[in-house]
C-alpha cells in the first residue's frame, strides 16, 4: 500500500503545483477576467496612487504594463499574446489601428465624464465620434535647454541644435516620428511629409547633427537633463514640465519652425477580456480631481477642463504646456500615413541610429 500511494501522492503534489504555476504565468501575461484589468501605458504616465484608488473601489486588479513608442505598443497589441483591456495611442496609431481592426468600440453611456472634456479635444479626425478613444493626455514636442550649459545662448528654432558648440550636448527622446519630424521641420517641411527625397534629405541633415548627439534614450532622459548631464533636450512637453519641476535653471520651448500637436487617448483593444472594467478605469481617470492628480504627478496637460480647477493656477495658465488655440494652429497633427510610409519612417530613423555607432 505504501509503495502504491507515495508515487500517487507525488503525482498529485506535483499536479497542484503545475496548476498554481500556469495560472499565475497567465495572470503574469495579462489574461484579464472580470476581477483583472490589464493596462497598457506609456513609462512614468499615471499616478500609482490612483491605480491603488481604482482597485480599491471597483474591487478590480490591474496589472500594469509600459510601452515607450507607438510602434511598439501595436506591435504588441496585434501580435494578441496578451489581453490588453487598456492602451493608450497617439492619434495617428489610433487612426491605424481603427484601420487595422485592433479596436472595440466604446459605449459612452458607461463613460458620464466625458462632458468633462474641452470639446476642443472631441471629435477630431483620428477619431471623428470618439468611438473608439478618450482623451488622456496631450502636448507637443519641443526642446528643454540649459541656459547656463549654452553660455546664455538662446534656443528658439530646430536649426539652433546644429551649433558647433553644442557637441555631445543633445539628448533625444527615442521616437521615429519625433526624430525624423525634427529633420522635416528643420527643412521647412511638413511632420507628415511624404515625399522620399524630403525624407532622405531630412535623414541626411539629421546625419550631420551626430557630433552633436549625446544619446537617444527613453524616460530616463528627464533624469539626465535634470542632472545637467547635457544641456539639451528633444522631448515631449509633459517631460520638460516635469524636468523643470526638478531644475529650475531649465526652459522650454516649441522651435519656431514648427512641431507637433500631439493627443494621447485610452482605447479598448480588440484583445480586451473585462470591458466592463475597461470602461470603468476610462470613467474612473476622467473624474476631474483624478485627472488633475494625474496631470500633477506626470507633468502632461489635461483635457480635462474641469480639472483645470484643482490644478495649480501657475500651472493650467502656463502658455508653455497649456498652449492656446491660436498658438496650436502654427503646429501639425501626425497624419496616419499609412502602412509603408510608416514602416519608411521607421526605417529612417533606424538608419540614423546606426550611422551614430
Ligand atoms: C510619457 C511619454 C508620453 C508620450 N513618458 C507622448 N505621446
Known sequence: MRQLAQPFIAITVISFML???????????????????????????????????????TGVKVIYQTFDSNEAMM???????????????????????????????????????????????????????????????????????????????????????????????????????????MGLNSLGYSLNDTNKKHLKEAKEKLDRLTPNIKAIVGDEIKMLLANEEAAVG????????????????????VPEEGS????????IPKTAKNVKGAHQFINFMLEPEHAAQNAEYVGYSTPNEKALDYLPKDVANDERFYPGEALTKKLEVYDNLGKEMLAYYNELFLEFKMHRK
Do not use: C
Request: hydrophobic fraction near 35%; avoid cysteine; charged fraction near 25%.
Open 19 to 57: 496548476i498554481y504555476v500556469v495560472s499565475h504565468l497567465n495572470s503574469a501575461q495579462g489574461y484579464s477576467g472580470e476581477n483583472t484589468l490589464t493596462v497598457y501605458n506609456w513609462g512614468d504616465y499615471v499616478d500609482p496612487d490612483l491605480i491603488e484608488k481604482f482597485e480599491q473601489e
Open 234 to 253: 528633444l522631448v515631449w512637453s509633459g517631460d520638460a514640465s516635469e524636468i523643470m519641476g526638478e531644475n529650475e535653471k531649465l526652459d522650454y520651448v
Open 75 to 181: 506591435t504588441k497589441v496585434k501580435q494578441g499574446g496578451t489581453t490588453f483591456d487598456i492602451a493608450v495611442p497617439s492619434e495617428y496609431a489610433i487612426s491605424k489601428m481603427r484601420e487595422e481592426k485592433l479596436l472595440k468600440p466604446i459605449d459612452h453611456s458607461q463613460v458620464p465624464n466625458l462632458k468633462y472634456i474641452n470639446p476642443r479635444f472631441l471629435n477630431l479626425s483620428f477619431d471623428p465620434k470618439n468611438e473608439y478613444s478618450i482623451p488622456y493626455f496631450w502636448g507637443t514636442v519641443g526642446i528643454v535647454y540649459n541656459p547656463e550649459m549654452i553660455k546664455g545662448k538662446e534656443i528658439t528654432s530646430w536649426n539652433d541644435l546644429w551649433d558647433k558648440d553644442l557637441e555631445n550636448q543633445i539628448l533625444l527622446a527615442d521616437g521615429a516620428r519625433e526624430v525624423i519630424g
Open 260 to 267: 507637433n500637436l500631439w493627443f494621447d487617448n485610452m482605447v
